[in-house]
Protein backbone atom coordinates (compact mmCIF):
# COMPACT_ATOMS: atom_id res chain seq x y z
CA UNK A 1 0.00 0.00 0.00
CA UNK A 2 1.69 3.72 -0.68
CA UNK A 3 2.03 5.78 1.90
CA UNK A 4 -0.42 8.96 2.16
CA UNK A 5 1.15 11.79 0.53
CA UNK A 6 3.68 9.79 -1.33
CA UNK A 7 4.50 9.55 -4.95
CA UNK A 8 3.15 6.33 -5.59
CA UNK A 9 -0.43 7.94 -3.68
CA UNK A 10 -0.63 10.32 -5.94
CA UNK A 11 -0.21 8.61 -8.81
CA UNK A 12 -2.92 6.13 -7.85
CA UNK A 13 -5.38 9.11 -7.00
CA UNK A 14 -4.34 10.47 -10.59
CA UNK A 15 -5.73 7.37 -12.24
CA UNK A 16 -8.81 6.81 -9.96
CA UNK A 17 -9.82 10.11 -10.50
CA UNK A 18 -9.21 10.24 -14.19
CA UNK A 19 -11.29 6.87 -14.01
CA UNK A 20 -14.32 8.38 -11.33
CA UNK A 21 -17.11 7.43 -11.01
CA UNK A 22 -17.06 3.39 -10.61
CA UNK A 23 -19.99 1.63 -11.77
CA UNK A 24 -21.26 1.15 -8.21
CA UNK A 25 -21.02 5.32 -7.27
CA UNK A 26 -22.72 5.97 -11.02
CA UNK A 27 -25.48 3.83 -10.54
CA UNK A 28 -25.74 5.15 -6.72
CA UNK A 29 -26.99 8.73 -8.60
CA UNK A 30 -29.21 10.21 -11.32
CA UNK A 31 -28.29 10.61 -14.47
CA UNK A 32 -28.38 14.17 -14.31
CA UNK A 33 -25.94 14.45 -11.77
CA UNK A 34 -23.29 12.89 -13.86
CA UNK A 35 -24.30 15.38 -16.57
CA UNK A 36 -23.82 17.90 -14.66
CA UNK A 37 -20.33 17.08 -13.59
CA UNK A 38 -19.95 16.99 -17.52
CA UNK A 39 -21.26 20.21 -17.56
CA UNK A 40 -18.89 21.57 -15.73
CA UNK A 41 -15.26 19.91 -16.70
CA UNK A 42 -14.92 22.28 -18.92
CA UNK A 43 -14.12 25.04 -16.60
CA UNK A 44 -11.76 22.47 -14.41
CA UNK A 45 -8.54 23.73 -15.21
CA UNK A 46 -5.39 24.74 -13.59
CA UNK A 47 -3.95 23.52 -9.89
CA UNK A 48 -5.86 22.09 -7.07
CA UNK A 49 -3.56 21.97 -3.67
CA UNK A 50 -4.63 19.34 -1.05
CA UNK A 51 -2.37 19.83 2.45
CA UNK A 52 -2.40 18.88 5.47
CA UNK A 53 -1.43 21.61 8.19
CA UNK A 54 0.09 19.31 10.97
CA UNK A 55 1.65 16.17 9.18
CA UNK A 56 3.46 13.58 11.28
CA UNK A 57 7.13 12.64 10.78
CA UNK A 58 8.14 9.87 8.23
CA UNK A 59 5.91 11.15 5.69
CA UNK A 60 7.23 11.97 2.02
CA UNK A 61 5.41 15.55 1.83
CA UNK A 62 2.48 17.43 3.08
CA UNK A 63 0.59 18.56 0.22
CA UNK A 64 -1.22 16.77 -2.88
CA UNK A 65 -1.11 18.62 -6.37
CA UNK A 66 -3.16 17.94 -8.90
CA UNK A 67 -3.31 19.61 -11.72
CA UNK A 68 -6.83 19.59 -14.22
CA UNK A 69 -6.97 20.43 -17.71
CA UNK A 70 -10.90 20.08 -18.61
CA UNK A 71 -11.86 18.46 -15.36
CA UNK A 72 -9.03 16.03 -16.53
CA UNK A 73 -5.87 15.64 -13.98
CA UNK A 74 -3.21 15.93 -16.40
CA UNK A 75 -0.38 15.39 -13.33
CA UNK A 76 -0.13 14.34 -9.70
CA UNK A 77 2.73 14.99 -7.37
CA UNK A 78 3.59 15.66 -3.98
CA UNK A 79 5.37 18.63 -2.32
CA UNK A 80 5.69 20.54 0.29
CA UNK A 81 2.97 23.18 1.18
CA UNK A 82 5.18 26.43 0.32
CA UNK A 83 6.33 25.04 -2.67
CA UNK A 84 2.70 24.08 -4.28
CA UNK A 85 1.26 27.52 -3.44
CA UNK A 86 2.41 29.65 -5.49
CA UNK A 87 1.17 27.76 -8.74
CA UNK A 88 -2.33 26.68 -7.25
CA UNK A 89 -5.38 28.14 -7.99
CA UNK A 90 -7.15 26.81 -5.22
CA UNK A 91 -5.51 25.44 -1.65
CA UNK A 92 -7.80 23.10 0.66
CA UNK A 93 -6.23 22.33 3.69
CA UNK A 94 -7.06 20.58 6.44
CA UNK A 95 -5.48 18.71 10.31
CA UNK A 96 -3.99 15.64 9.80
CA UNK A 97 -6.72 14.39 12.20
CA UNK A 98 -9.41 15.16 9.82
CA UNK A 99 -7.86 14.01 6.34
CA UNK A 100 -7.89 10.53 8.26
CA UNK A 101 -11.45 10.65 9.03
CA UNK A 102 -11.90 11.32 5.54
CA UNK A 103 -9.80 8.52 4.34
CA UNK A 104 -11.63 6.59 6.87
CA UNK A 105 -14.72 6.94 5.72
CA UNK A 106 -16.27 10.54 7.07
CA UNK A 107 -19.12 12.33 4.44
CA UNK A 108 -16.67 14.06 1.65
CA UNK A 109 -19.91 16.83 2.05
CA UNK A 110 -19.40 16.93 5.63
CA UNK A 111 -15.39 17.62 4.91
CA UNK A 112 -16.64 20.08 3.40
CA UNK A 113 -19.22 21.76 4.82
CA UNK A 114 -17.67 21.72 8.44
CA UNK A 115 -14.84 23.22 7.22
CA UNK A 116 -12.93 20.18 7.90
CA UNK A 117 -11.27 21.52 4.75
CA UNK A 118 -10.22 25.21 4.65
CA UNK A 119 -10.16 26.87 1.48
CA UNK A 120 -6.66 28.81 2.53
CA UNK A 121 -6.38 29.96 -1.41
CA UNK A 122 -8.34 30.91 -4.46
CA UNK A 123 -11.43 32.52 -5.17
CA UNK A 124 -14.32 30.90 -3.18
CA UNK A 125 -17.15 31.43 -5.38
CA UNK A 126 -15.47 30.12 -8.49
CA UNK A 127 -14.41 27.24 -6.53
CA UNK A 128 -18.36 26.68 -5.35
CA UNK A 129 -19.29 26.69 -9.30
CA UNK A 130 -18.14 23.46 -9.77
CA UNK A 131 -19.11 22.58 -6.05
CA UNK A 132 -19.73 18.40 -6.97
CA UNK A 133 -16.86 17.84 -9.01
CA UNK A 134 -14.69 18.55 -6.34
CA UNK A 135 -17.00 16.51 -3.79
CA UNK A 136 -16.54 13.42 -6.09
CA UNK A 137 -12.63 13.87 -6.51
CA UNK A 138 -12.86 14.22 -2.66
CA UNK A 139 -14.81 10.72 -2.67
CA UNK A 140 -12.45 9.39 -5.14
CA UNK A 141 -9.32 10.12 -3.17
CA UNK A 142 -11.18 8.61 -0.61
CA UNK A 143 -11.67 5.21 -2.36
CA UNK A 144 -7.31 5.04 -2.51
CA UNK A 145 -5.90 3.03 0.00
CA UNK A 146 -2.81 4.39 1.84
CA UNK A 147 -0.77 3.61 4.79
CA UNK A 148 -0.91 6.41 7.67
CA UNK A 149 1.59 7.51 10.48
CA UNK A 150 1.83 7.79 13.67
CA UNK A 151 -0.21 11.16 14.39
CA UNK A 152 3.27 12.91 16.21
CA UNK A 153 3.56 16.22 14.47
CA UNK A 154 6.92 16.55 12.19
CA UNK B 1 -51.23 41.13 -3.50
CA UNK B 2 -50.52 43.67 -1.25
CA UNK B 3 -51.84 42.02 2.19
CA UNK B 4 -54.49 44.27 4.00
CA UNK B 5 -53.62 45.73 7.06
CA UNK B 6 -56.02 43.43 9.13
CA UNK B 7 -54.09 40.05 7.57
CA UNK B 8 -50.87 41.89 8.61
CA UNK B 9 -52.26 42.98 12.18
CA UNK B 10 -53.28 39.09 12.42
CA UNK B 11 -49.75 37.76 11.48
CA UNK B 12 -47.85 40.47 13.48
CA UNK B 13 -49.12 40.12 16.85
CA UNK B 14 -50.54 36.73 17.27
CA UNK B 15 -48.75 34.51 19.92
CA UNK B 16 -47.39 30.87 19.37
CA UNK B 17 -50.71 29.33 20.29
CA UNK B 18 -52.62 31.54 17.77
CA UNK B 19 -49.93 31.07 14.98
CA UNK B 20 -50.96 27.42 15.42
CA UNK B 21 -54.12 28.97 13.24
CA UNK B 22 -52.64 31.04 11.48
CA UNK B 23 -52.27 30.81 7.85
CA UNK B 24 -49.12 29.91 6.19
CA UNK B 25 -49.64 31.81 3.29
CA UNK B 26 -50.08 34.91 5.22
CA UNK B 27 -47.13 34.70 7.03
CA UNK B 28 -45.55 34.32 3.63
CA UNK B 29 -46.89 37.36 1.78
CA UNK B 30 -46.12 39.38 5.06
CA UNK B 31 -42.15 38.56 4.08
CA UNK B 32 -42.61 40.96 0.98
CA UNK B 33 -42.99 44.92 1.17
CA UNK B 34 -41.48 47.26 -1.22
CA UNK B 35 -38.09 48.26 -0.68
CA UNK B 36 -40.01 51.84 0.74
CA UNK B 37 -41.19 50.07 3.57
CA UNK B 38 -38.71 47.94 4.75
CA UNK B 39 -38.66 48.43 8.03
CA UNK B 40 -35.69 50.11 10.21
CA UNK B 41 -33.02 47.73 11.80
CA UNK B 42 -34.64 48.53 15.34
CA UNK B 43 -38.04 48.21 14.56
CA UNK B 44 -37.25 45.10 13.36
CA UNK B 45 -35.52 44.39 16.81
CA UNK B 46 -38.94 45.74 18.59
CA UNK B 47 -40.94 43.36 16.63
CA UNK B 48 -38.65 40.99 17.60
CA UNK B 49 -38.97 41.43 21.07
CA UNK B 50 -43.20 40.90 21.13
CA UNK B 51 -42.47 38.24 19.03
CA UNK B 52 -40.61 35.91 20.20
CA UNK B 53 -41.47 32.40 21.32
CA UNK B 54 -40.36 29.61 23.86
CA UNK B 55 -39.74 26.37 22.33
CA UNK B 56 -39.72 24.77 25.34
CA UNK B 57 -44.02 25.68 25.14
CA UNK B 58 -44.59 23.20 22.35
CA UNK B 59 -46.13 19.92 22.80
CA UNK B 60 -45.36 17.06 20.16
CA UNK B 61 -47.49 14.21 21.51
CA UNK B 62 -50.55 14.44 18.90
CA UNK B 63 -47.95 14.91 16.40
CA UNK B 64 -45.66 11.63 17.67
CA UNK B 65 -49.13 10.42 17.29
CA UNK B 66 -50.04 11.51 14.04
CA UNK B 67 -46.35 10.57 12.80
CA UNK B 68 -47.21 6.63 13.99
CA UNK B 69 -51.16 6.92 12.55
CA UNK B 70 -51.71 9.09 10.16
CA UNK B 71 -48.74 9.24 8.47
CA UNK B 72 -47.85 6.63 6.00
CA UNK B 73 -44.11 4.96 4.99
CA UNK B 74 -44.23 7.29 1.29
CA UNK B 75 -45.15 10.79 3.50
CA UNK B 76 -42.76 10.04 5.89
CA UNK B 77 -40.19 9.82 4.11
CA UNK B 78 -40.92 12.57 1.52
CA UNK B 79 -41.47 15.14 4.48
CA UNK B 80 -38.11 13.66 6.15
CA UNK B 81 -36.21 14.71 2.47
CA UNK B 82 -37.68 18.00 2.71
CA UNK B 83 -37.52 18.65 6.27
CA UNK B 84 -33.66 17.39 7.32
CA UNK B 85 -32.49 20.02 4.68
CA UNK B 86 -34.06 22.14 7.45
CA UNK B 87 -32.85 20.36 10.29
CA UNK B 88 -29.38 21.28 9.11
CA UNK B 89 -29.90 24.35 7.54
CA UNK B 90 -30.89 25.84 11.04
CA UNK B 91 -27.58 24.66 12.39
CA UNK B 92 -25.67 25.97 9.46
CA UNK B 93 -26.94 29.61 9.64
CA UNK B 94 -27.05 30.00 13.02
CA UNK B 95 -23.37 28.41 12.91
CA UNK B 96 -22.51 30.76 10.26
CA UNK B 97 -23.76 33.60 11.41
CA UNK B 98 -21.27 35.40 13.66
CA UNK B 99 -18.18 36.97 11.70
CA UNK B 100 -21.02 39.25 9.86
CA UNK B 101 -21.01 41.45 12.94
CA UNK B 102 -17.82 43.20 13.07
CA UNK B 103 -18.08 45.12 9.44
CA UNK B 104 -22.03 45.98 9.97
CA UNK B 105 -23.78 49.58 10.60
CA UNK B 106 -24.81 49.30 14.59
CA UNK B 107 -28.26 49.09 14.56
CA UNK B 108 -28.07 46.18 12.45
CA UNK B 109 -25.58 44.64 15.06
CA UNK B 110 -28.78 45.27 17.71
CA UNK B 111 -31.03 43.56 15.52
CA UNK B 112 -28.97 40.64 14.63
CA UNK B 113 -28.51 39.59 18.15
CA UNK B 114 -31.85 39.17 17.77
CA UNK B 115 -31.54 36.76 14.53
CA UNK B 116 -28.51 34.62 15.90
CA UNK B 117 -30.72 33.73 19.15
CA UNK B 118 -33.76 32.82 16.78
CA UNK B 119 -31.46 30.66 14.48
CA UNK B 120 -30.59 28.84 17.69
CA UNK B 121 -33.50 28.24 19.06
CA UNK B 122 -34.86 27.09 15.30
CA UNK B 123 -32.33 24.46 15.86
CA UNK B 124 -33.13 23.47 19.24
CA UNK B 125 -36.90 23.61 17.68
CA UNK B 126 -35.73 20.99 14.98
CA UNK B 127 -33.41 19.02 17.43
CA UNK B 128 -37.00 18.54 19.74
CA UNK B 129 -39.23 16.91 16.50
CA UNK B 130 -36.53 14.75 15.36
CA UNK B 131 -36.40 13.59 19.00
CA UNK B 132 -40.45 13.10 20.06
CA UNK B 133 -41.71 12.71 16.84
CA UNK B 134 -39.41 11.38 14.34
CA UNK B 135 -37.62 9.04 17.12
CA UNK B 136 -34.09 9.98 16.71
CA UNK B 137 -31.84 9.79 19.88
CA UNK B 138 -28.69 11.04 20.40
CA UNK B 139 -26.55 13.10 23.27
CA UNK B 140 -26.11 16.50 21.53
CA UNK B 141 -27.83 18.61 19.17
CA UNK B 142 -24.61 16.87 16.92
CA UNK B 143 -25.36 13.32 17.24
CA UNK B 144 -29.56 14.16 16.21
CA UNK B 145 -28.33 16.04 13.24
CA UNK B 146 -26.06 12.94 12.22
CA UNK B 147 -29.04 10.83 12.37
CA UNK B 148 -30.98 12.89 10.20
CA UNK B 149 -27.95 13.43 7.35
CA UNK B 150 -29.15 10.52 5.15
CA UNK B 151 -32.34 12.12 4.51
CA UNK B 152 -31.09 15.60 3.46
CA UNK B 153 -30.05 15.73 -0.96
CA UNK B 154 -26.43 15.93 -1.70
CA UNK B 155 -26.56 18.88 -3.22
CA UNK B 156 -26.95 20.40 0.15
CA UNK B 157 -23.60 20.70 0.97
CA UNK B 158 -23.46 23.15 -2.29
CA UNK B 159 -25.36 26.00 -1.02
CA UNK B 160 -24.50 25.74 2.58
CA UNK B 161 -20.61 24.94 1.94
CA UNK B 162 -20.71 28.31 -0.06
CA UNK B 163 -22.24 29.78 3.17
CA UNK B 164 -19.29 28.31 4.92
CA UNK B 165 -16.69 29.11 3.33
CA UNK B 166 -17.89 32.71 2.71
CA UNK B 167 -18.48 33.06 6.40
CA UNK B 168 -14.41 32.15 6.94
CA UNK B 169 -13.69 34.72 4.20
CA UNK B 170 -15.64 37.33 5.90
CA UNK B 171 -14.00 36.01 9.49
CA UNK B 172 -10.58 36.88 7.84
CA UNK B 173 -12.11 40.06 6.05
CA UNK B 174 -15.09 41.82 7.65
CA UNK B 175 -15.24 44.83 6.10
CA UNK B 176 -14.79 44.59 2.82
CA UNK B 177 -18.21 45.05 1.41
CA UNK B 178 -17.49 42.96 -1.75
CA UNK B 179 -17.95 40.04 0.79
CA UNK B 180 -20.37 41.29 2.46
CA UNK B 181 -22.65 41.33 -0.01
CA UNK B 182 -21.54 37.98 -1.65
CA UNK B 183 -21.81 36.77 1.85
CA UNK B 184 -25.97 38.40 2.59
CA UNK B 185 -26.85 37.10 -1.27
CA UNK B 186 -25.76 33.59 -0.35
CA UNK B 187 -27.87 34.16 3.05
CA UNK B 188 -30.54 36.41 3.36
CA UNK B 189 -31.26 36.24 -0.23
CA UNK B 190 -30.66 32.29 -1.40
CA UNK B 191 -30.51 30.64 1.59
CA UNK B 192 -33.43 32.61 3.66
CA UNK B 193 -35.34 34.51 1.41
CA UNK B 194 -35.38 31.18 -1.34
CA UNK B 195 -34.88 28.05 0.09
CA UNK B 196 -36.52 28.14 3.61
CA UNK B 197 -39.47 30.04 2.46
CA UNK B 198 -40.03 27.66 -0.16
CA UNK B 199 -39.68 24.34 1.88
CA UNK B 200 -41.84 26.16 4.60
CA UNK B 201 -44.92 26.35 1.91
CA UNK B 202 -44.24 22.92 1.06
CA UNK B 203 -44.31 21.16 4.88
CA UNK B 204 -46.93 23.18 6.03
CA UNK B 205 -49.27 23.28 3.65
CA UNK B 206 -49.12 19.83 3.79
CA UNK B 207 -49.84 20.00 7.55
CA UNK B 208 -52.33 22.34 7.04
CA UNK B 209 -54.35 20.26 4.64
CA UNK B 210 -53.74 17.20 5.70
CA UNK B 211 -54.67 18.46 9.48
CA UNK B 212 -51.70 16.89 11.36
CA UNK B 213 -48.65 17.37 13.07
CA UNK B 214 -49.96 20.41 15.13
CA UNK B 215 -47.07 21.47 17.29
CA UNK B 216 -44.79 21.33 13.99
CA UNK B 217 -47.15 23.94 12.14
CA UNK B 218 -47.04 26.54 14.93
CA UNK B 219 -43.01 26.20 15.89
CA UNK B 220 -42.77 26.38 11.88
CA UNK B 221 -45.16 29.13 10.99
CA UNK B 222 -43.20 30.79 14.24
CA UNK B 223 -40.29 29.93 13.07
CA UNK B 224 -41.32 31.26 9.43
CA UNK B 225 -42.41 34.60 10.58
CA UNK B 226 -38.88 34.63 13.00
CA UNK B 227 -37.32 34.20 9.14
CA UNK B 228 -39.60 37.21 7.92
CA UNK B 229 -37.71 39.79 10.46
CA UNK B 230 -34.22 38.41 9.03
CA UNK B 231 -34.64 38.40 5.31
CA UNK B 232 -36.17 42.59 5.73
CA UNK B 233 -33.65 43.17 7.73
CA UNK B 234 -31.25 41.36 5.11
CA UNK B 235 -33.25 42.96 2.41
CA UNK B 236 -32.39 46.82 3.87
CA UNK B 237 -28.65 45.80 4.29
CA UNK B 238 -27.98 44.44 1.17
CA UNK B 239 -30.07 47.90 -0.03
CA UNK B 240 -28.28 49.91 1.70
CA UNK B 241 -24.67 48.14 0.53
CA UNK B 242 -26.29 49.46 -2.99
CA UNK B 243 -26.97 52.97 -2.34
CA UNK B 244 -23.61 53.40 -1.01
CA UNK B 245 -22.12 51.95 -4.29
CA UNK B 246 -24.37 50.65 -7.06
CA UNK B 247 -21.67 48.79 -8.39
CA UNK B 248 -22.06 45.91 -5.71
CA UNK B 249 -25.03 44.73 -8.24
CA UNK B 250 -22.24 42.13 -9.43
CA UNK B 251 -21.48 40.85 -6.49
CA UNK B 252 -25.25 39.55 -6.40
CA UNK B 253 -25.20 38.53 -10.03
CA UNK B 254 -21.71 36.59 -9.54
CA UNK B 255 -23.00 35.11 -6.31
CA UNK B 256 -26.30 33.93 -7.95
CA UNK B 257 -24.52 32.95 -10.70
CA UNK B 258 -22.35 30.09 -8.72
CA UNK B 259 -25.43 29.30 -6.53
CA UNK B 260 -27.56 28.65 -10.06
CA UNK B 261 -24.86 26.87 -11.60
CA UNK B 262 -24.90 24.44 -8.49
CA UNK B 263 -28.66 24.18 -8.30
CA UNK B 264 -28.81 23.01 -11.46
CA UNK B 265 -27.60 19.92 -10.08
CA UNK B 266 -29.42 17.32 -8.60
CA UNK B 267 -28.26 13.92 -7.42
CA UNK B 268 -31.60 11.95 -6.49
CA UNK B 269 -35.46 12.34 -6.55
CA UNK B 270 -37.34 13.80 -3.90
CA UNK B 271 -41.47 12.73 -4.23
CA UNK B 272 -43.27 15.80 -3.73
CA UNK B 273 -46.23 13.71 -4.77
CA UNK B 274 -47.26 12.07 -1.09
CA UNK B 275 -47.20 15.76 0.19
CA UNK B 276 -49.52 17.08 -2.41
CA UNK B 277 -46.79 18.94 -4.93
CA UNK B 278 -44.62 18.50 -8.33
CA UNK B 279 -40.94 19.37 -8.96
CA UNK B 280 -42.40 21.99 -11.11
CA UNK B 281 -44.58 23.49 -8.89
CA UNK B 282 -41.77 23.68 -6.27
CA UNK B 283 -39.47 24.98 -9.07
CA UNK B 284 -42.26 27.43 -9.92
CA UNK B 285 -42.38 28.63 -6.07
CA UNK B 286 -38.89 28.68 -5.90
CA UNK B 287 -38.39 31.46 -9.16
CA UNK B 288 -41.20 33.53 -7.82
CA UNK B 289 -39.63 33.67 -4.16
CA UNK B 290 -36.02 34.91 -6.09
CA UNK B 291 -37.84 37.43 -8.02
CA UNK B 292 -39.91 38.54 -5.46
CA UNK B 293 -36.71 39.18 -2.74
CA UNK B 294 -34.64 40.72 -5.89
CA UNK B 295 -37.83 43.56 -6.42
CA UNK B 296 -37.25 44.27 -2.51
CA UNK B 297 -34.22 45.65 -3.38
CA UNK B 298 -34.71 46.86 -6.67
CA UNK B 299 -32.34 44.34 -8.42
CA UNK B 300 -32.98 42.69 -11.79
CA UNK B 301 -31.38 39.38 -13.54
CA UNK B 302 -29.76 39.82 -16.64
CA UNK B 303 -30.89 37.34 -19.27
CA UNK B 304 -28.45 34.71 -18.75
CA UNK B 305 -29.54 34.42 -14.70
CA UNK B 306 -33.22 34.20 -15.78
CA UNK B 307 -31.95 31.59 -18.06
CA UNK B 308 -29.83 29.26 -15.23
CA UNK B 309 -32.59 30.24 -12.44
CA UNK B 310 -35.12 28.09 -15.11
CA UNK B 311 -32.97 25.32 -15.01
CA UNK B 312 -32.56 25.04 -11.37
CA UNK B 313 -33.26 21.89 -9.57
CA UNK B 314 -34.88 22.53 -6.16
CA UNK B 315 -32.24 22.34 -3.29
CA UNK B 316 -34.88 21.09 -0.37
CA UNK B 317 -33.33 23.24 2.56
CA UNK B 318 -33.44 26.06 4.56
CA UNK B 319 -32.39 28.07 7.55
Given amino acids: ?79 RRAQAEAGAAFLLAGSYEDWMSMLGGYDVGKMVMYRKLMLEKGDTLAFFTPAFFWTELLAAIQSVPAETFEAVPA | MTMTDDRIDSVEMTDLAGLGRTDIDDVLDYVHVPTAKLPGYLDLYDRYLRQRWNVNDLDFTQDRADWVDKMNDDSR ?34 FLTSHLEDEARHTVFFDRFYRDVVGLEGDGIMDVLDGSWGYIQETFVGPFGLLAYLTDDLRRDPYNKHLQMKYATTYMIWIEGVLALSVMKITLNYARDFKVLPAYYTGFTATCRDEARHVQGGMRFVRQLL ?41 ALFMDQLHKKLAMVGVSLPADLEEMLSMVRPTLAGG
Fill in chain 2, 243 to 283: DEDPSYVTDIHDTLRTLLTMGAARSGYVYYEPLGWSEDRVQ
Fill in chain 1, 1 to 79: MAGFMSTQWAQQVKAQANAWPDPERRSSKLVDFWDWIDMVKPSVTGRLALSVRDMPKGAESDTLCLDFEAGVVIDASVC
Fill in chain 2, 77 to 110: NSFLSIASGFHHGERQVEAELAPLFFGIPEDYKV
